[in-house]
């Protein structure tokens, strides 16, 4: 306002200057000229007229700054007084500020300004004064008698005069005469005597508060402190340079340190140089550091939720394992992972869309169904660009309104439970769609090809038709119970076999009421009772086989078959005419089996009742030849000697007969050894030697030197060689060569005997193991029929077999083999 005010003025003082001048100069130059001034309005003007123009306008020039000066005056007046009036205000505000600050607490001010004895009194005079003295005349606060005892009234008088005469300060603590505590301080201030009056109880009040005050923060302090001690989490706190101030027991033992006061000591670090540096550059912008940071703790490598946030004076942190958060994280991830792993695996198609019905995962089999490409589904399309797709490569059903049919397919964003869809292609395909919502928005779609399961359903069906006339043509009576015991199928011959209705069995009964209609015909008790068990049982479920005999006289035939899903088929057979054939048949093999036995026990009660008295002979035929007992003629020699070979011939057949004895009864046991090959072929060979010299027949043996030996009964190889190569000397031709091979490989030792006689007839053939079997074939053998049947059993004994090769006109070869060695003894020939 001044700048504008000084600005007009200095304008109008030039205006009038200038315009006083141009007037002035253009009279005088014409006057100077004699000629006329003119006007600037057209009027010509004279000199006198232009003097006296001239001083109008200069006495309105002086009017208009008279009246701006005054103008300016009033205006530096009022901002004056605006100003003091704010200034007053200001002070006024800040008395009131100090006398609330002052008269905060109850007390009393009296003041003595310098060079005036009246006190000015100030405060809450009730603190010393009585009610009805304060109200009225409040003054009388300086008569101390009134509120003091006499004693501490005088000491109050005392102080106040050296306070105002010399200026000295006073400090008294005294008791009012109502027996209140107060505390009156005198102090000279800024030219002033000041005397402050204050309740004593207030103050102790409120030292009193600010102590529990101060206590609690100390409590609370400490177990703050002690929390922070106690933790199982690194806690620290740094200065503003960054020196440990505070860490706690984990800290310590983080950091290897002895304890805590070691740490800091040693101003160990937790974090690793780069851990250190994020922190203090988030600190240095006053922003708080949180991050995962890898920390070495007892030489193992842990990871942990590291904060810290900047606090006056510096920093404080703490520090959380979160190893086994991060594991578990890196678990999810993997299960993550894996799941989407197997979904890959899956050969059912998975598309999984989010909340935004965008495509968020697919597996391949999911490409491969639609054919898809790979760039387009990895793109994250939405739900209807899909469908578009899909539609437009004619990949999806043909639907007359297909707004309508995509809008209740997409219902399934809103749904709760799944729902599921067939959808058949024009290709021929035929997809089951099941649309499942996810929890957190979105749907899954699981496609699968259900093109060959439905085709299957319908062979499947065909061929349940099939079975379905197969049983109903079935001689068999078949009838199929479920798992609850009822009867679920049946066949014709089921319900003729028992005389049932079929249109009862069609109502499904139970086995119980199947079992109360087949009664009649059949009336055992235990019998149904297994049958029941077999069907409605549920720990113990095998095949029964029973055979029953009704009450008409037919046999039938009864089986049970437990089924996969839980049921049990039961199947019955006429068996009538079989079981008959049967007991014939039976009945033969006993009366065989009893005659076989008359002869076993015959020939072997002959063996024995012949045995003792052919002993005799033999033993009398010996002494009769013993030249001890006499001479004897020529021919009576002649007769001992055919008495001794007919009795020790006969004595052999009687001992073969009792082997093979022993053997059937299961009595014979073998003397196991080492049978040393080569010997054992010289004693069988030493007994067959009279009738190769008689019959002009040369033997031939084959066998290694170093054969060896082999585990078995040597006395019983023996006796299996003698008899076979009796046998082949018996039927070969005279001047001819038996042929005995031995051979041995890493299991088993073999020995063959081969002829040259006729062979062995084909009817012959099987039977030629069997006892009492003899046949002659043209040759000169005439044996009882036991030699052979007592090597195969000897063989056997041995756990070895016979072998037999015979061409007719061409000889034979009979081969036993037996094992090197015995793994268990054999007690009877098979």
């Given amino acids: 306002m001044r700048r504008t005010c000084l600005s007009c003025t200095s304008l109008v003082r030039g205006v009038a200057g200038a315009t006083v001048l141009a007037l002035n100069s253009q009279a005088f130059a014409a006057d100077e000229a004699g000629a006329t001034l003119v006007a600037p309005f057209g009027y010509a003007l004279d000199r006198q007229e232009t003097v006296t123009l001239a001083l109008a306008f200069a006495v ?50 009296i003041s003595w300004p310098a060079g005036d004895s009246r006190p000015q009194i100030s405060g809450d005079t009730a603190l010393v004064l009585p009610p009805e003295v304060q109200a009225s005349q409040p003054q009388r606060v300086l008569a101390f008698g009134t509120w003091l005892p006499p004693e501490p009234a005088l000491q109050m008088d005392h102080a106040v005069d050296r306070l105002l005469d010399q200026g000295e300060s006073f400090v ?59 933790a199982p989490w690194p806690i620290w706190t740094r200065r503003a340079d960054g020196a440990l101030a505070f860490a706690n027991d984990a800290y310590a033992r983080a950091t290897d340190a002895t304890n805590s006061a070691d740490a800091i000591g040693r101003n160990l670090e937790l974090l690793d140089s780069a851990g250190r540096a994020a922190m203090a550059r988030a600190l240095a912008d006053n922003t708080d550091f949180a991050g995962r940071l890898p920390i070495v703790v007892g030489g193992e490598r842990r990871f942990y939720d590291v904060r810290a946030l900047k606090v006056s004076g510096g920093s404080a942190g703490i520090a959380v394992d979160a190893s086994e958060a991060a594991e578990l994280h890196a678990a999810l991830e993997r299960m993550a992972e894996a799941h989407r792993r197997t979904l890959d695996q899956l050969s059912s198609g998975v598309a999984v869309f989010d909340g935004q019905r965008r495509l968020a995962f697919y597996n391949d089999s999911y490409r491969k169904l639609f054919d898809l490409d790979r760039t387009f589904l990895d793109s994250n399309p939405d739900d209807s660009s899909v469908l578009d797709r899909l539609r437009a490569a004619r990949k999806l059903p043909e639907e007359r309104d297909f707004r309508a049919w995509k809008a209740k397919l997409h219902e399934a964003y809103h749904a709760v439970e799944p729902e599921k869809h067939v959808w058949y292609l024009p290709d021929g395909r035929a997809l089951s769609i099941v649309t499942t919502p996810n929890p957190e928005g979105g749907v899954t779609y699981l496609f699968d090809d259900v093109t060959e399961s439905l085709d299957l359903r319908r062979r499947y069906g065909g061929l349940i038709d099939v079975q379905r006339e197969t049983l109903d043509n079935l001689s068999e009576a078949v009838a199929v119970f479920g798992s609850n015991g009822c009867a679920q199928l049946f066949n014709p011959p089921f319900a003729r076999m028992w005389q049932l209705s079929t249109d009862a069995l069609k109502t499904e009964p139970h086995i119980e009421a199947v079992e109360a209609w087949c009664r009649p015909l059949y009336d055992d008790a235990v019998f149904w009772q297994a049958l029941r068990g077999a069907i409605t049982g549920i720990d113990d479920r095998r095949h029964v086989l029973l055979k029953i005999e009704r009450k008409d006289g037919s046999v039938l035939s009864c089986r049970t078959m437990p089924l996969p899903d839980g049921a049990t088929m039961l199947t019955f057979q006429d068996i009538t005419d079989a079981e008959n054939v ?35 002979i033999i033993g009398f035929a010996h ?50 050894g080492q049978v040393n090959v080569r010997s054992a072929i010289e004693q069988a060979t030493e007994g067959v030697q009279d009738r190769l010299a008689r019959d002009h027949i040369a033997l031939q043996v084959d066998a290694d030197p170093s054969i060896g030996s082999f585990v078995g009964d040597e006395r019983r190889v023996v006796q299996v060689l003698y008899n076979l190569l009796a046998n082949a000397v018996d039927f070969s031709p005279p001047n001819t060569a038996v042929r005995l091979v031995v051979r041995k490989s890493s299991d088993k030792v073999s020995f063959t005997v081969s ?47 016979v072998l037999v090769d015979t061409v007719a006109g061409r000889g034979t070869s009979v081969t036993c083999e037996f094992p090197i060695e015995q793994t268990a003894q054999r007690n009877a020939a098979e």
Avoid: C, W
């Avoid at 505000?93 to 002052?102: H, S, T, V």
């Avoid at 603590?173 to 402050?196: D, F, K, P």
């Avoid at 089996?593 to 052919?614: C, M």
């Avoid at 030629?768 to 053998?781: A, I, L, P, T």
């Fill in 60 to 109: 309105f020039g002086f009017s208009v700054i008279s009246a701006l000066l005054l103008m300016r005056t009033r205006l530096r007046a009022a901002a004056q007084e605006t100003r003091l009036r704010t200034d007053v205000q200001n002070l006024q505000a800040e008395a009131d500020r100090f006398r609330a600050l002052l008269f905060a607490e109850p007390q009393v001010l």
């Fill in 172 to 230: 008294l603590n005294l008791v009012t005469s109502g027996g209140r505590a107060i505390e009156a301080m005198g102090r000279a201030v800024g030219g002033q005597a000041v005397v402050r009056i204050r309740d004593l109880a207030g103050l102790r009040r409120d030292l009193a508060e600010t102590s529990l005050r101060l206590r609690a923060l100390q409590d609370e302090t400490e177990m703050l402190r002690g929390f922070a001690v106690a």
């Fill in 582 to 616: 049967e007991r014939a048949l039976r009945e033969r093999n006993e009366a065989l089996e009893t005659a076989d036995r008359i002869k076993i026990g015959f020939v072997n009660h002959v063996s024995y009742q012949l045995r003792s008295p052919l002993t005799s």
């Fill in 623 to 672: 002494f009769l030849n013993d030249s001890s007992t006499g001479p004897l003629t020529p021919k009576q020699a002649e007769y001992v000697n055919y008495i001794t070979a007919s009795t020790n011939v006969l004595m052999a057949i009687i001992s073969n007969i009792l082997d093979l004895a022993s053997i059937d009864a299961g009595a014979m046991a073998l003397n196991l």
């Fill in 755 to 801: 002829d040259s006689g006729p062979g062995i007839a084909a009817g012959v053939k099987d039977k030629m193991f069997d006892m009492f079997e003899s046949h002659s074939e043209g040759s000169r053998h005439r044996g009882a029929g036991l030699g052979l049947s007592l090597v195969r059993s000897f063989v056997e004994l041995h756990g070895g077999k």
